[in-house]
């Protein structure tokens, strides 16, 4: 008898046991399965964060302070020369169709600032201003550069970095028209992120699934439509796409019965007029290279800019100003989406 209560005695202590064990999993799995979302304003645009990190709820702090430094960075001018040099660099491969020294031709056109009075500026002008950008070298003050073209992108690269070392499960970042899809989701579900459709025009931002753990579709940001979408299958943990959009329907002026979008010719001074009205860069590699080739292919247009893609290695979707579309690199259309599988 004496046994028998002991035996019980050992299996109560035994249960008590393996429910705490159990209850302490259940709470460790939850900690590695926080959700973390943020919006703010950086660099002129909206930014959404939408990730979901193992432990860590101050993700989104260290990733909004991020944008602010990269923001004041590239404000002030004093930027790494490498930064400089690879600019440079997609100057020369886009034959001057993206320059980021036309700082100067930014602010004379002033299509970001207020509608009332506005006109646009006089040949003179603008000749000016393109004489000042091909006088421009390092060191020069910070308003003759204009980083708007690579920003995101390059806020982007910095932000992968800090999910990868914060060991964050899986995630969206989305920076005005430039986008970060980090991770497996958590269900196991692809990813969608939204192309514009650029004739009806935007409201809000392009983007992807608004919650990094579940399998909902895509949206393409408040009281906008949608043109179509990009499905992305990620396999590894520590995945990433970027995907970036520029459009003449984003920011523009009208004058005279004449629109004139924000995105400006180097070589002409003028807006871009290549036929094109949104270009989609998508690449695992890098979000400064698909945020500066959007820009860059948007002002070269088709042929060119098909060219300049192929060189880089990246995919895109290109929309014509008479609704039809081509695209290039590792993408296959079924209906209205897009299936994004690179080569491993």
Not at 139 to 161: E, I
Not at 215 to 238: F, M, P, V
Not at 310 to 330: N, Q
């Amino acid at each position: 008898m004496k046994n028998h209560r002991i035996d019980i005695k050992r299996i109560i202590i035994s249960v008590v046991i393996i429910s705490v064990f159990a209850c302490a999993l259940i709470w460790a799995d939850k900690a590695k399965s926080i959700e973390n979302s943020s919006i703010f304003i950086s660099m002129g645009t909206n930014f959404k964060v939408d990730i979901i990190s193992k432990g860590q709820t101050d993700i989104c702090d260290k990733l909004k302070v991020l944008a602010q430094d990269t923001e004041a960075e590239l404000k002030s001018g004093n930027v790494k020369k490498s930064l400089l040099d690879e600019c440079e660099e997609i100057m020369i491969a886009s034959d001057g169709a993206f320059d980021v020294r036309i700082g100067e031709l930014i602010n004379l056109w002033d299509i970001n600032g207020p509608n009332e009075g506005w006109t646009p500026p006089s040949v003179e002008e603008i000749g000016n201003a393109l004489k000042s950008a091909s006088d421009v070298a390092t060191g020069t003050k910070s308003d003759a550069y204009d980083f708007g073209a690579v920003g995101k992108g390059l806020y982007l690269d910095r932000a992968a970095d800090i999910l990868k070392q914060n060991k964050a499960g899986s995630g969206v970042i989305s920076a005005g028209g430039s986008i970060l899809v980090y991770g497996r989701k958590a269900d196991g579900s692809d990813w969608n992120v939204a192309i514009v459709d650029p004739f009806v025009g935007l409201n809000g931002n392009s983007g992807a699934d608004g919650n990094a753990g579940s399998g909902e579709g895509a949206y393409a940001g408040s009281g906008s439509s949608t043109y179509g979408k990009i499905r992305i299958t990620h396999t590894d943990k520590q995945d990433t796409t970027y995907i970036s959009t520029s459009g003449s329907y984003e920011r523009y002026k009208e004058y005279n019965g004449m629109r004139y979008h924000h995105i400006l010719d180097p070589r002409t001074g003028y807006p871009s007029d290549s036929g094109l009205v949104s270009v989609t860069i998508i690449s695992r590699e890098s979000g400064f290279i698909t945020d500066a080739l959007s820009t860059a292919v948007f002002v070269l247009g088709e042929e060119e800019g098909l060219k300049l893609c192929e060189k880089y290695g990246v995919s895109a979707v290109l929309i014509r100003d008479d609704g039809s579309e081509v695209t290039m690199g590792d993408l296959k259309k079924d209906g209205d989406t897009w299936t994004y599988k690179p080569l491993q």
